[in-house]
Structure formats: C-alpha cells, structure tokens
C-alpha cells in the first residue's frame, strides 16, 4: 500500500530533550516535506526536500532540523524543544508535479 | 508572497442542504488550487485540484469547486450534506508545479446537522 508514515505518532516530552520524529514513503517521490498544524494558523510548513542531500526552509524553520539521507526517509529532529512546539506535525511528500501526500500525523506536547 | 483566506473558521449546515466553503487566494502568478480535507485524527486528504484546464473542477464525495481568476476564489460546494462530510477543510495554493511552495488556509471546521 502506497503511504507516508511517521513515528511516533503522539509524543510526550520536557523542554530541552532532543527528538526526532521519523517519516517514510514507499512511493519513490523526489519531494518531501514537513508541516505544523496550529489552531487557526493552518498549516505552517517548516522543512522541504527536493531530493536526496538537498533541504531548504519552509515558512517556520526555526527550533528544527532535518536532514534527507535517503529518497525514502526525511525524519525532523528537535534539538531542544520547547513549548511552542507544541503542535501537531505532518510530514507529506509527492513527485515533482503533482498534489501533496500526507502521514497520518504526530502530535507533540513539551512540557 | 500568496496568502490563503477561508472565510468562515466554522461553518453548519443541515444534512440534505447546500455547502459552500469559501477560498480565496492572493497570488502575482496564476497558481495552482486544491482542497483537502481532514477527517478526525487523520492526515490530510485530497479532495480535488485545479492546474489547467476547465475551471470548474470535480473532486471526490461530490465536492467541487470553481477557479474565477477575476475574483481570485476557489469555493468548495456540494449539493447536499452528509454526516460524513463532517470534518476540517483546507484551501492550498502553489505557484508552480514543483510542490515546494503550497501555502495552506487557516481551514474551516464544517458540522452538518442531522
């Protein structure tokens, strides 16, 4: 089954311990991205890949990192989390040209 | 730089009457619209889009929605409600077809009354 994964799909943590939150996708697309949904806000795209090795900020980068090792994989790693992180997060990819795939989402709370 | 507008952060209507979810979208470049809906505790599905072509576009559950380039709007309708159409809705654009730059809309909540 074509999909986009993540994991874990609902995190707990305390301020300043780093995470990371994997995404995977089966369906061989070159791009892939990251999103935080807030209240009111929408989504908020923080991270995007145009391939492997090659990552540029989205609209909110910072506090984030991500890296793209290989086609299928684009994990989002918190160094230092805080609470205004807090948020939900949806990874999401697609092959040039078309709509965006979405995982089913991670829902992060800071303490 | 786009922005997206949805007016109306919750919208309800009666099981059986018309939906409308508004969009608008400003943009220097015509761009490329989509709808997506969010069921609950779901990810974002694709519910149609609009890149070239026929202007008014047909999705999936009946929805579909019309490109007016004059009114920079992408309004989302169905004819009748269902229950099941009970979920978050989400206005995109992008200004090309690469995928990197979609800007999303605030979203709007619909409930549909039985």
């Known amino acids: 089954e074509a999909q986009v994964t993540q994991n874990p799909r609902y995190l707990i943590t305390v301020t300043g311990k780093k995470l990371t939150v994997t995404c995977s996708q089966n369906?061989?697309?070159?791009?892939m991205s990251w999103y935080r949904q807030d209240p009111g806000l929408g989504l908020r795209q923080i991270y995007y890949?145009?391939?492997?090795?090659?990552?540029d900020k989205g609209d909110v980068p910072e506090g984030y990192k991500v890296s793209r090792k290989e086609k299928r994989n684009f994990p989002l790693i918190l160094e230092s989390p805080s609470p205004n992180q807090t948020s939900l997060y949806f990874c999401?990819?697609?092959?040039?040209?078309?709509?965006?795939?979405f995982g089913p989402g991670t829902r992060l709370t800071v303490l | 730089a786009q922005s997206v507008t949805q007016l109306g952060s919750h919208v309800s209507v009666s099981e059986g009457a018309l939906v409308l979810l508004r969009c608008n979208y400003s943009?220097?470049?015509?761009?490329?619209l989509f709808w997506y809906v969010q069921y609950p505790n779901q990810g974002l599905q694709l519910l149609l889009k609009?890149?070239?072509?026929?202007?008014l576009v047909k999705g999936i559950n009946g929805f579909e929605a019309e490109f007016k380039k004059s009114e920079t709007s992408f309004h989302l309708t169905k004819p009748s409600a269902h229950m099941s159409d009970a979920a978050e809705y989400f206005c995109?654009?992008?200004?090309?077809?690469?995928?990197?730059?979609?800007?999303f809309g605030p979203g709007t909540r619909l409930s549909v009354l039985p």
């Open positions: 999401a990819s697609s092959p040039a040209g078309t709509s965006l795939f």
């Open positions: 369906m061989n697309h070159e791009y």
């Open positions: 890949s145009m391939n492997v090795e090659v990552t």
């Open positions: 943009s220097s470049v015509p761009p490329y």
């Open positions: 609009y890149t070239t072509g026929a202007t």
């Open positions: 995109a654009v992008t200004p090309d077809n690469y995928g990197q730059n979609f800007v």
